[in-house]
């Protein structure tokens, strides 16, 4: 079966310092891979997602996530976090376009002013 | 425009009742889904529904059901509810199924079984 591992449960970093999170996936062939973010107290909102194509991947509020296929690993990166960048960060994975999303347990990121 | 609103924002409730988490969205999407949140696991997709009049069952389907009468709305019912329903429950929707199709996530309803 498909699973997705975020191995960061709380990240903290201090503002205008770069960012990466890891997600890495288990599945054999190349799976549909998405980013997540969920603001305290909202539902979640997606970043960006990966189908085919370019392995670099740009998303919203300027971040991007490379997909890695001989890592198994799809890590999203920001260049300078901003304060508002603190929130729960998700990453899900998919076998197909028609199929179910398999979310990642998410990594916490707190931002320092 | 609203989306998607989710009814109550949280709840307590005793074990034993009956419940039902009311999800209604306005962009006339086909597919909607229900996802529990709890720490440590993420989020666990419950039950779907590809369009109205149909559903399916997620990865934690078991002491909860729905409905898909309209478009619009998606009930999440808990026929007797147990502590370890106790979770952050997120009602999504999309405009059709499958992972192609952007996921848009209401704001949640935290219920608390005692």
């Known amino acids: 079966a498909q699973s997705v591992t975020q191995p960061d449960i709380h990240i903290t970093v201090s503002e205008g310092a770069s960012l990466e999170l890891r997600c890495n996936y288990s599945y054999g062939a190349t799976p549909y891979l998405f980013w997540y973010v969920q603001s305290p107290g909202q539902g979640l909102q997606l970043l960006l997602k990966?189908?085919?194509?370019?392995?670099l991947v740009q998303g919203i509020k300027g971040f991007e996530a490379e997909f890695k296929r001989s890592q198994s690993s799809f890590n999203l990166r920001k260049p300078s976090v901003h304060w508002s960048d603190a929130a729960e960060y998700f990453c899900a994975v998919a076998r197909s376009r028609v199929d179910k999303l398999i979310f990642g347990t998410g990594t916490r990121l707190q931002v320092f002013p | 425009i609203a989306g998607i609103t989710q009814a109550p924002t949280s709840q307590i409730l005793a074990a034993g009742r009956r419940m039902t988490l009311r999800c209604t969205q306005d962009?006339?999407?086909?597919?909607m889904y229900w996802y529990r949140q709890d720490l440590g696991l993420g989020l666990r997709l419950i039950h779907y529904s590809n369009t109205a009049g149909t559903t399916g069952k997620g990865e934690v389907p078991d002491g909860y059901s729905v409905s898909r009468a309209n478009t619009d709305d998606f009930p999440l019912t808990l026929a007797s509810a147990v502590p370890s329903q106790t979770s952050v429950y997120f009602c999504?929707?999309?405009?059709?199924?499958?992972?192609?199709?952007?996921?848009?996530f209401g704001p949640g309803t935290r219920l608390t079984v005692l």
């Open positions: 990966y189908f085919s194509g370019d392995t």
């Open positions: 962009m006339r999407h086909n597919a």
């Open positions: 999504a929707s999309s405009v059709g199924q499958g992972s192609y199709n952007e996921q848009f």
